[in-house]
């Protein structure tokens, strides 16, 4: 079982900066991708960006040139360097890992932390 702890949300202007971490515990298998996921209210959980273990990263097109995603491998961590944020960027963030063992992939989601750009 794979365990996800997630932190460095929190509250700040529009144009400010803000950097999520998160860190996988818990099986030798994981991870293969990691990443963040994001929900507003009243929305759809969507896409920010995720990070092969070979360092592909894939980004929404709304957080491009804005966030940075990285990787490290040793300590199966991931962070998010989130810049220049907008109140549409206003959602609670959500961690996410694939284990794949033996052929099977398993999706793995942190609690989710709280992420507010105001204007």
């Known amino acids: 079982q794979v365990q996800l702890v997630e932190s460095g949300g929190g509250s700040v202007q529009a144009g400010g900066s803000l950097r999520l971490s998160c860190a996988a515990s818990?099986?030798?298998?994981?991870?293969?991708?990691m990443g963040w996921y994001r929900q507003a209210p009243g929305k759809e959980r969507e896409l920010v960006a995720t990070i092969s273990s070979g360092g592909s990263t894939n980004y929404a097109d709304s957080v491009k040139d804005r966030f940075t995603l990285s990787r490290d491998n040793a300590k199966n961590t991931v962070y998010l360097q989130m810049d220049s944020l907008k109140p549409e960027d206003t959602a609670v963030y959500y961690c996410?890992?694939?284990?794949?063992?033996?052929?099977?992939?398993?999706?793995?989601w942190g609690q989710g932390t709280q992420v507010t750009a105001s204007s």
């Open positions: 818990g099986s030798i298998f994981c991870c293969s991708d």
């Open positions: 996410y890992a694939r284990s794949l063992m033996f052929g099977i992939i398993t999706d793995y």
